[in-house]
């Protein structure tokens, strides 16, 4: 199979594209490296069955083609991170909306099956119990531009279920949790690289607010497995899925962690959300999915703790070489 990777340079996206060689496929990357970097494909760089285009998904042409050319398209090129969107609005907007529109649209000109990227984030402010797919969302104002990465995803998600029920074109929605992992960079707002960068700095730890609101972290390597597995899981088409661990932690436990397991002398501070994001910025208390429908339809969901999942984020960062506490 030749699959198509949009975003294929990134965090999610480069771990993708190497299970997607492991299992041996083909695999055509198209990344313009806004937030992506070609030193994360770069250990893959001598594999022939691997073709990186720097382009933007925003030029059709070039994006008709290499559609045309896949058998199955990922689609996972998108403006991520709360810091990032809240500085480009605009274009997170642009990519984000233009981009899936002019992916699926092709796709659907080839008839070529695509996953799209998704984001826990489209529940909003829903913090009750384990999310499910078919929750409700809860949003702030539009004028919290925070909220326009979760709309704009959102029309994504309905753009893509569109066309499945109008043009029978196969869909997939992927609702990707907090993934962590190596290659992921805190630049863009990101928790956990940013505080294992501060830990093994021996800098303090910057917890934003009161580090009582919660998140469920899932290693990057399960998160592809999973996609893969939806990919050739038929009942998956027309779906939405959930990715993601239901195991919460506060992010001032995770600060504790990450403290403990890097053997940092670092102090955890609270940093008000006003003077880490600026005013009038929300954030929501808890974010858990329910897991269970992507369970009954690929037979597990991810399951490596967090431990394990830090311990991997610590080891591959440059200055985390040096040892990891037990
Ligand atoms: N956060 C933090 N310190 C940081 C970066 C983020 O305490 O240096 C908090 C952030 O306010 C949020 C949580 O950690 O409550 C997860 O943030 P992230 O941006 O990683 O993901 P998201 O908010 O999209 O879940």
Known sequence: MKALVTGGAGFIGSHLVERLLEAGHEVQVVDNLSTGARRNLAHLEEDHRLQVTVESILDQAYMDEAIKQADLVFHLAAAVGVEWVLQHPLGSLETNLRGTDIVLAAADRHKRPVLIASTSEVYGKNDGGPLREDDDRILGSGQVTRWLYATAKAADEALALAYWQEHQLPTIVLRFFNTIGPRQTGRY???????VGQALANEPLTVYGDGKQTRCFTYVRDVVKSVMSLAECGSAWGQVFNIGRDQEITIDDLARRIVELTGSCSAIIHVPYQDAYGPGFEDMRRRV???????????????????????????SHPAGVAGIAS
């Open 289 to 315: 999915p329910d897991v269970s429908k992507l369970r009954r339809c690929i037979g597990y969901a991810p399951d490596t703790d967090l431990d394990e999942a830090l311990r991997q984020v610590i080891a």
């Open 189 to 195: 707002g990101m928790v956990v690289p940013r505080l």
